[in-house]
Every structure is written in C-alpha cells, then in structure tokens.
C-alpha cells in the first residue's frame, strides 16, 4: 500500500515557476513508476509526466516539455515536479500517481495503468 500527498501548489503570473511535491509512504515506493497528472474544471484528467522507479527515464506530454521537470529522491521518498514559464492554460488540480512493482525499464503515461492516488494540489496561473 502506498499513499501519496501532494504539496506546493499555488497562485502565479505567467511565466512564473513553481515545485509540486508528493510525499509517498510506503516501502514499495523505489520499485514504484511515478506520474503526474492534471484535471481542469469541466475536463478530463490529462497526463503530465513520469519517471521511472530509478527516475533515470523519463517522459513528458507535448505541451509541457522543455519547462517542466519531474525528479523523484528515493531517499525521502518523494517526487518533485518543477514547473516554469507556468502559462494560464496550466491552471489544474496537480495529481500524483505511483503504479507500484514495476520494472525499472518502464515508464507508466496513462491513468488506468496507475493503482494509486493522492487528493492533488491546486495550481492557478493568472495572465
């Protein structure tokens, strides 16, 4: 069993930065794929990003590659996503996601393929 609690979210101008984190108790944590992901109001949960259990792979959707980063410290258990030149088309509730006892090789990009979930962190980008 894991669980995961999300952190960081906020209020920003475009262009500005922010660092979710997801806290995830759990011994099954370092052999678990980690994602992101994002739910707008009145829109479907999108994909963000993911690493792998190493974190040495990682993946990213179209429209928030070269300003995001997802990194995770399998020291204190926890995944980081950093985001900068946050556009108003960011704004979402910021899910994180673990599919536990994977190999290291993979790297999970859709949500059914995920088993577990935190509550998610608002995050709101004003123009």
């Known amino acids: 069993q894991l669980q995961l609690v999300e952190s960081g979210g906020g209020s920003v101008q475009a262009g500005g930065s922010l660092r979710l984190s997801c806290a995830v108790s759990?011994?099954?944590?370092?052999?678990?794929?980690m994602g992101w992901f994002r739910q707008a109001p009145g829109k479907e949960r999108e994909y963000v990003a993911s690493?792998?259990?190493?974190?040495?792979?990682?993946h990213y959707t179209d429209s928030v590659k070269g300003r995001f980063t997802i990194s995770r410290d399998n020291a204190k258990n926890t995944v980081y996503l950093q985001m900068n030149n946050l556009k108003p088309e960011d704004t979402a509730v910021y899910l994180c996601?673990?599919?536990?006892?994977?190999?290291?090789?993979?790297?999970?990009?859709?949500?059914?393929?995920?088993?577990?979930w935190g509550q998610g962190t608002q995050v709101t980008v004003s123009s």
């Open positions: 759990g011994r099954t944590f370092r052999t678990a794929s």
């Open positions: 996601a673990a599919r536990a006892g994977i190999d290291d090789w993979v790297v999970v990009t859709t949500a059914r393929d995920y088993n577990y």
């Open positions: 690493a792998s259990a190493s974190g040495l792979r990682t």
